[in-house]
């Protein structure tokens, strides 16, 4: 069995919501909730917070779970992941990058990216999630076609594949949780952007630029992540109703 690991990036200062991973939901810090929604991922030795705060490094300790401290210059969260793995005391075959504003994370689906990885040639694995044609126009929601393997194509902001001559195309949306072999994520840092990357803010086209193969593996949906206040409060009402049910 290969050594895997979830590194959850994390940071306090947000364009949006500053301070985000210390909110509370049902009285605990949301990247509270992420870590416990980690530690259920069965094919996950151990789980990691990756921040330059150390209110978050403390909330996380306090909650049980284990952060690392990074640098503050990081431009986005996969950098920050490389910086962990190079403190960790292991050395783990598959790394996970796990969203820290994701408290609903179904860990079945991480189970499932992690398990196409490790039967898979690819590099990376991913989740996507069908949608109708007139969710595939929000450029919020990023679309992706796979080959006849499910590998990805191509990931983009717009609505692909596009459907000449009123063809129904199916569309699938992506989910920002990445599966990396180690190798595989040391050698996409060393990286620079790329040009398809610059154009659609998107840093797994990098890979798919440099030759990388990204395995996908399809859900029901995704789980809603917190990128407002808005988005926290209805997030609590999700927690409330299940502690109803």
Same mark, same amino acid.
């Given at each position: ?94 790394? =996970?990058?796990?969203? &820290?504003?994701? @408290?609903? %994370? /179904? ?5 499932? #990216?992690?398990?196409?990885?490790? $039967? ?96 996908? =593996?399809?859900?029901? &949906?995704?789980? @809603?992540? %917190? /990128? ?5 409060? #209805?997030?609590?009402?999700?927690? $409330? ?5």
């Amino acid at each position: 069995m290969s050594l895997n690991v979830g590194i959850i990036p994390a940071r306090y200062a947000s364009t949006r919501f500053p301070g985000k991973p210390l909110k509370l939901l049902r009285g605990l810090p949301v990247i509270a909730h992420v870590c416990a929604a980690a530690s259920k991922v069965r094919n996950l030795s151990r789980v990691y917070v990756a921040t330059d705060d150390e209110r978050i490094a403390e909330a996380v300790a306090h909650s049980g779970h284990t952060a690392i401290m990074t640098r503050s210059d990081h431009c986005c969260g996969t950098d920050r992941i490389v910086e962990a793995l190079g403190k960790l005391d292991v050395t783990p075959d598959i790394v =996970v990058n796990i969203q &820290g504003d994701e @408290p609903l %994370i /179904d860990p079945v689906a991480v189970e499932k #990216a992690i398990d196409a990885l490790e $039967k898979s040639d690819a590099d990376w694995s991913t989740l996507v999630y069908p949608v109708s044609r007139e969710e595939a126009q929000n450029p919020n929601k990023v679309k992706v076609v796979l080959d006849q393997k499910e590998r990805a194509l191509y990931f983009s902001r717009a609505p692909i594949p596009y459907p000449r001559d009123d063809f129904k195309a199916s569309y699938f949306a992506h989910i920002g949780l990445y599966c990396y072999k180690r190798e595989a994520l040391l050698s996409f840092a060393k990286m620079p952007a790329s040009p398809l990357e610059q154009s659609e803010k998107l840093e797994q086209l990098r890979a798919l630029e440099n030759g990388m193969r990204i395995v996908c =593996v399809k859900v029901d &949906g995704a789980a @809603p992540g %917190i /990128d407002t206040p808005e988005d926290l409060a #209805a997030t609590e009402e999700i927690l $409330k109703a299940r502690e109803r049910s």
